[in-house]
């Protein structure tokens, strides 16, 4: 057993997975062998969940049932609804309403009862965890503002249907393509830490509530799900700045400033996420006639690409650099940007689950003791 200490566990194999892969130098991600920009370009998110959980992408009759199954579990109980309302009043953060939905969701499950080794009824608690996230996140924000939460749509798409929820508008095309093709983006991404801690805790056969619940609380984390809000809350300054978008950038970055939104600590080149949200995000500003975001991005980006102006070799646009500007764009609340990264992530999170414990073993990695050593403990009145 080697005793070499890889602190993050940085360069540890600790499963194998045909989930997704990632190729950080050629900027490659890959869903079950379907190049990511194919899945969003060619399939609805629907799709992507579906050859997420089942290993290849459904024929017409399976999308069918499949996306009739998600609506029919849409519906939250007004037990939830109640919780959110309480939560809403406290001002509580949207990540922390969104962990307190989904753990809630249990005490309404179906199927309370079933064997945890029984992977068929996990995937059946997921999917209705899945589904219920969008409905638990439009409540949330429509009950902080005073407003009365909608009911699903079950004639709206998966992505459709929660900007319905949400602003309470039928979005438009390109909207609800622009998301559909976000949330394909980011459901899934190799063993980051979100997708590693609901491994974790499925390891030891807790439900899928348990784990996915996990996952929201480790996507949490500012060094994990918040950087698109920072680069939108960037923007925004540069924006009230009312400075040249190239000058503005010049003087942070002499400065010692760091531009959210880029490097990652995977890809050395631009993150192919971002190459697709940047065209969604230039179909959105075409569409709504409003192209400052897209013109703030471009010229930092542009500054930024110059080999003498980066801060380090290797340093490129992520996912987070236009999907911040992209959902701000749409219209969406700026803190509720990592709950949406958790809506898109939790078909993956699910899928990481059930492969691992198709050949379960419980995690349990060691630590390295470097504390006292040969104490003996002195009596109370002694000390």
Known sequence: MSDQLKKGLEGVLVAESSLSYIDGDAGKLVY???????????????????????????????????????????????????????????????????????????????????????LDAARRKGRRIVAKIPTILGAYDRLRRGEEPLD???????????????????????????????L??????????????????????????SSLTGGVGALSGPLHGGANQDVIETLLELDESGQDPLEWVKEQTEQGRRIPGWGHRVYNVKDPRARILQAKLEDLSEESGETKWLDYTS???????????LPEK?????V?????????????????????????RCGGWLAHVLEYQEDNR??????????????????????
Not at 184 to 208: E, P, Q
Not at 322 to 330: D, H, I
């Open 314 to 318: 290797g340093i490129a646009p992520n």
């Open 32 to 118: 079950r062998g379907y190049d990511i920009e194919d899945l969003a370009r060619n399939a609805s998110f629907e799709e992507v969940l579906y050859l997420l959980w089942n290993g290849e992408l459904p024929t017409e009759e399976q999308l069918a049932e499949f996306s009739d199954g998600l609506s029919e579990e849409q519906a939250i109980d007004q037990s939830v609804i109640d919780t959110l309302a309480a939560l809403a009043e406290a001002d509580e953060r949207p990540m922390a309403a969104l962990r307190t939905g989904v753990s809630m969701l249990s005490a309404t499950e179906p199927e309370p009862d079933a064997d945890p080794e029984d």
């Open 362 to 383: 419980l995690i349990r990695p060691r630590g390295r003791y470097v504390g006292a050593e040969d104490r003996t403990v002195t009596p109370i009145d002694e000390r």
């Open 152 to 182: 699903p749509d079950p004639s709206l798409s998966y992505a459709g249907n929660f900007l319905y929820m949400l602003t309470g508008e039928q979005p438009t095309d390109v909207a609800e393509e622009t998301f559909d093709m976000a």
């Open 299 to 309: 010229a930092i980006e542009t500054y930024l690409t110059e080999e003498k102006n």
């Open 184 to 209: 394909t983006l980011h459901a899934d991404h190799g063993l980051n830490a979100s997708t590693f801690t609901a491994m974790v805790i499925g390891s030891t056969y807790a439900d899928v509530y």
């Open 320 to 344: 987070d650099y236009y999907s911040g500007a992209v959902y701000y764009q749409l219209g969406i609340p700026i803190d509720m940007y990592t709950p949406i990264f958790a809506m898109a």
